[in-house]
């Protein structure tokens, strides 16, 4: 029998077992545009199916792309640079090229300086062990930047494949519905939602010259706070629209809480302003650094929300990193919740942050 591929995920269709990914009703193989029930389901209810990659499948995916001829183009969350970042990549693209993009810049504030933040991203890749041909920001969410990228792709790919990879909730599937969008016109024809790991097998969008854009599934990070969240919590701390700064003037000796998703603590220096960005949604609280245990052991869920419900216990303890900083002006970065500047040198603050969760200095984007 000729294989059947979903057209919103990519995975083989087949009719026999509803529980194995891939599944569509026997009736439905006739239509022309076929979707198996995870995607249908997905499209028209929002309602997440379990699904069996596994990272050894992943790894397969990479391997065989290793032996392809084509380029790469790497998709990371600017957010979530560290937790979205696939690391041994180079040793699966061999002297492929790569173009490092980075997603979601439609949320970065304005006061952010872009080059900056590609120029650290470049840094971040070569001490990563790759080195892209070029680095570019794009919104895939409103389209900010993807003519650039596309521009870039054409240039670089020299005639040849192209292969999109990303762990998932990079925002892959908006990025490759926007260049389908782009070259047919047709909308929405991958799977995108707030789950992350939602998009399965490779995805074929053909090219004008023979070759194709392959769309690869997400590896799933387990590091990344998103996976630690249910889907409400996972709405609260994905920043919707721009982020605002929030400023907070704060003396030694104190703490702030990020919802219950990270600490800060302000351990030694002159009084100093410390600003945050972070989802908009997301509530900070202060407290002197003597109240800060007891008050998450007495308010979290609560008051120090998300995480809620049965996010709590999935939530990995945290993990204090302790910075001394010199000189002035840093970011210290919580991958994938987001970044606090600090405004001051010579100050003394620690950070703490669900175990796996990366928390990095750089220097500020502001
Ligand atoms: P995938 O798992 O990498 O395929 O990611 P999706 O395309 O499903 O996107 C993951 C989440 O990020 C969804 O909630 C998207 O709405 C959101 N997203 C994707 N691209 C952008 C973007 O450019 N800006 C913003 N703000 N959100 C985005």
């Given at each position: 029998?000729?294989e059947i591929?979903?057209i919103g995920?990519?995975?083989e269709?087949?009719?026999?077992?509803?529980?194995k990914?891939?599944?569509?009703?026997?009736g439905?193989?006739?239509?022309?545009e076929?979707i198996?029930?995870?995607c249908f389901r997905?499209?028209n209810?929002n309602?997440?199916?379990p699904?069996?990659?596994?990272?050894d499948?992943?790894l397969?995916?990479l391997?065989?792309?290793?032996?392809?001829?084509?380029?790469?183009?790497k998709?990371?969350?600017?957010f979530d640079?560290?937790g979205s970042?696939?690391?041994?990549l180079h040793?699966?693209v061999g002297?492929?090229?790569?173009?490092?993009?980075?997603?979601k810049?439609?949320l970065?504030?304005?006061?952010v300086?872009?080059n900056?933040?590609i120029n650290?991203?470049?840094?971040?890749?070569?001490k990563q062990g790759?080195?892209?041909v070029?680095?570019?920001?794009?919104?895939a969410?409103?389209g900010t930047?993807?003519?650039?990228?596309l521009?870039?792709?054409d240039?670089i790919?020299k005639?040849?494949d192209v292969?999109?990879?990303?762990?998932?909730?990079?925002?892959k599937?908006?990025?490759?519905?926007?260049i389908?969008?782009?070259?047919?016109?047709?909308?929405?024809v991958?799977?995108?939602s707030?789950?992350?790991g939602t998009?399965?097998?490779?995805?074929?969008?053909?090219?004008?010259d023979?070759k194709?854009?392959?769309d690869?599934?997400?590896?799933?990070?387990?590091?990344?706070i998103?996976?630690?969240?249910?889907?409400g919590d996972?709405?609260?701390?994905?920043?919707?629209?721009?982020?605002?700064q929030?400023?907070?003037?704060?003396?030694a000796?104190?703490?702030?809480?990020?919802?219950?998703l990270a600490?800060?603590?302000?351990i030694?220096?002159g009084?100093?302003?410390?600003?945050?960005?972070v989802?908009?949604n997301?509530?900070?609280h202060?407290?002197?650094?003597?109240?800060?245990d007891?008050?998450?052991e007495?308010?979290?869920?609560g008051m120090?929300?998300?995480?809620?419900?049965?996010s709590?216990?999935?939530m990995p303890?945290f993990?204090?990193?302790?910075f001394?900083?010199?000189k002035?002006?840093?970011?210290?970065i919580?991958s994938?919740?987001?970044?606090?500047?600090i405004?001051?040198?010579?100050?003394?603050v620690a950070?703490?942050?669900?175990?796996?969760v990366?928390?990095v200095?750089?220097p500020?984007?502001?």
């Amino acid at each position: 029998m000729e294989e059947i591929k979903c057209i919103g995920c990519g995975v083989e269709i087949q009719s026999e077992d509803p529980k194995k990914e891939g599944y569509a009703p026997a009736g439905s193989l006739t239509n022309e545009e076929l979707i198996c029930r995870r995607c249908f389901r997905l499209r028209n209810y929002n309602e997440l199916q379990p699904v069996s990659l596994t990272g050894d499948d992943f790894l397969n995916i990479l391997n065989g792309i290793g032996m392809k001829d084509g380029m790469v183009v790497k998709l990371v969350d600017i957010f979530d640079f560290n937790g979205s970042w696939i690391s041994g990549l180079h040793r699966f693209v061999g002297k492929k090229d790569i173009l490092l993009i980075g997603n979601k810049s439609d949320l970065l504030p304005k006061s952010v300086n872009p080059n900056r933040l590609i120029n650290w991203m470049k840094a971040e890749a070569v001490k990563q062990g790759l080195k892209p041909v070029d680095v570019l920001l794009v919104s895939a969410h409103k389209g900010t930047g993807m003519e650039e990228a596309l521009t870039a792709i054409d240039k670089i790919r020299k005639g040849k494949d192209v292969y999109v990879v990303g762990c998932t909730n990079v925002g892959k599937s908006t990025f490759i519905n926007r260049i389908i969008k782009g070259a047919t016109g047709i909308g929405e024809v991958i799977t995108t939602s707030h789950f992350p790991g939602t998009t399965l097998d490779l995805v074929e969008i053909p090219l004008d010259d023979g070759k194709a854009i392959y769309d690869t599934p997400g590896i799933i990070n387990d590091h990344q706070i998103a996976h630690h969240l249910d889907i409400g919590d996972l709405k609260a701390i994905t920043p919707k629209n721009e982020i605002k700064q929030k400023v907070f003037q704060l003396n030694a000796e104190q703490t702030l809480f990020i919802g219950g998703l990270a600490r800060f603590d302000f351990i030694a220096g002159g009084r100093s302003s410390f600003m945050i960005y972070v989802s908009n949604n997301l509530q900070i609280h202060r407290t002197k650094l003597s109240n800060a245990d007891a008050l998450y052991e007495n308010h979290l869920g609560g008051m120090l929300s998300p995480p809620s419900g049965e996010s709590i216990e999935k939530m990995p303890p945290f993990v204090r990193h302790e910075f001394s900083i010199k000189k002035g002006k840093m970011d210290i970065i919580i991958s994938g919740l987001g970044w606090i500047t600090i405004q001051h040198p010579n100050v003394v603050v620690a950070v703490h942050a669900p175990k796996g969760v990366d928390v990095v200095l750089r220097p500020s984007l502001i």
